[in-house]
């Protein structure tokens, strides 16, 4: 594959006012349904704000380089997809903790698998990560899917123009025989489209079409100008600009489809734990089925999800 993915796998954030929050939205009852899992492939998170007492079931580190608390490229336990508290909020390492906080306010009953991926140095910077980082991560998620009850998979990092052409996406078999395998365990695997403005293409891993690509909209539940489209490949919506708590519990302004993502995938793992017997396709049918109809000036038509209709759905 194309070597600029060793270089880097990168999740944008874009700071943006907002008028409306994921949770608002969404009056979830957990009285019907067993307590749905996701796993988050992310940077790193703050297990200690409030709102993740008793989210957060486990977590692991995967990465390419021995820069696990451990010294190792692997870690599982508790502190495994921790930093030390000068590091959390530098040089993107927040991101986890935003997306996680997604994910809660998405759904106030789910449990977080949280999987660090993205390996620090010894002075607190980012190292690259590339395609053997996604499905090492992936295998991970496989081998402890039953353990956790894991139902969806967030990685809201990607990376765009890694292939000239008209066929764009590159081959990655290993990647994509890892998301088959989930997918045959009725696992969705969510991929953000990304966010450069981009109507023709989107981001790897997005743009693999066994996994599930995510674009953003607006509050007003029109597509958002920033999030890259194909209209082959695109398949669901959800709301990228919203808030989210990050490092220290401060509440912030967020907007990418990274927080549309790990939105889509909550809704995902929601819809399962409360309709058990729906298999991968009729989940995805049923989120289709049910989706809200939005566009924009440059994208005619797309499936915004639709959590409290697939739910009732």
Same mark, same amino acid.
């Given at each position: 594959m194309n070597?600029?993915?060793?270089?880097?796998?990168?999740?944008?954030?874009i700071a943006l006012p907002t008028t409306a929050t994921a949770a608002s939205k969404n009056n979830i009852s957990?009285?019907?349904?067993?307590?749905p899992t996701i796993?988050?492939?992310?940077?790193?998170?703050?297990?200690?704000?409030?709102?993740?007492?008793? &989210?957060?079931?486990?977590?692991?580190?995967?990465?390419?380089?021995?820069?696990?608390? @451990?010294?190792?490229?692997?870690?599982?336990?508790?502190?495994?997809?921790?930093?030390?508290t000068e590091w959390l909020s530098k040089n993107g390492f927040d991101h986890g903790t935003q997306m996680s906080s997604l994910a809660v306010a998405t759904n106030p009953?789910?449990?977080?698998?949280?999987? =660090?991926?993205?390996?620090?140095?010894?002075?607190?910077?980012?190292?690259?990560?590339?395609?053997?980082?996604?499905y090492n991560a992936l295998e991970w998620v496989i081998q402890n899917k039953n353990k956790f009850n894991i139902q969806a998979v967030s990685m809201s990092q990607g990376h765009h123009n890694l292939v000239t052409g008209s066929d764009y996406c590159p081959k990655t078999p290993v990647t994509e025989s890892k998301i088959?395998?989930?997918k045959s365990m009725d696992v969705g695997v969510f991929f953000p489209t990304g966010n450069t403005r981009d109507y023709s293409r989107i981001d790897w891993p997005a743009c693999i079409p066994s996994a599930i690509a995510i674009g953003a909209t607006m509050p007003t539940?029109?597509?958002?100008? $920033?999030?890259? $489209?194909?209209?082959?490949?695109?398949?669901?919506?959800?709301?990228?600009?919203?808030?989210?708590?990050?490092?220290?519990?401060?509440t912030i302004n967020v907007a990418g489809t990274s927080s549309a993502t790990v939105i889509a995938a909550t809704s995902w793992?929601?819809? &399962?734990?409360?309709?058990?017997?729906?298999? $991968?396709?009729?989940? $995805?049918?049923?989120?289709? =089925?049910?989706?809200? @109809?939005?566009?924009?000036?440059?994208?005619?038509?797309? &499936?915004?999800? @639709?959590?409290?209709?697939?739910? @009732?759905?």
């Open positions: 070597k600029k993915i060793i270089t880097a796998l990168v999740a944008l954030v957990n009285k019907s349904a067993q307590i796993a988050i492939l992310d940077t790193a998170i703050d297990t200690s704000l409030p709102i993740f007492k008793d &989210k957060i079931i486990y977590e692991a580190c995967v990465v390419q380089w021995s820069s696990c608390p @451990n010294g190792l490229s692997v870690m599982e336990g508790p502190g495994s997809a921790t930093l030390k009953n789910i449990n977080i698998v949280f999987v =660090k991926i993205i390996g620090t140095n010894i002075n607190g910077l980012r190292q690259a990560a590339g395609e053997p980082t996604v088959e395998t989930l539940q029109t597509v958002a100008i $920033y999030s890259n $489209y194909d209209p082959k490949l695109t398949d669901f919506f959800a709301q990228g600009t919203t808030q989210a708590v990050t490092v220290g519990g401060k793992a929601t819809i &399962k734990a409360h309709k058990p017997q729906l298999n $991968y396709n009729q989940i $995805y049918d049923l989120i289709a =089925k049910t989706s809200i @109809n939005t566009s924009s000036s440059r994208v005619t038509s797309g &499936k915004l999800i @639709n959590l409290n209709g697939a739910l @009732n759905g």
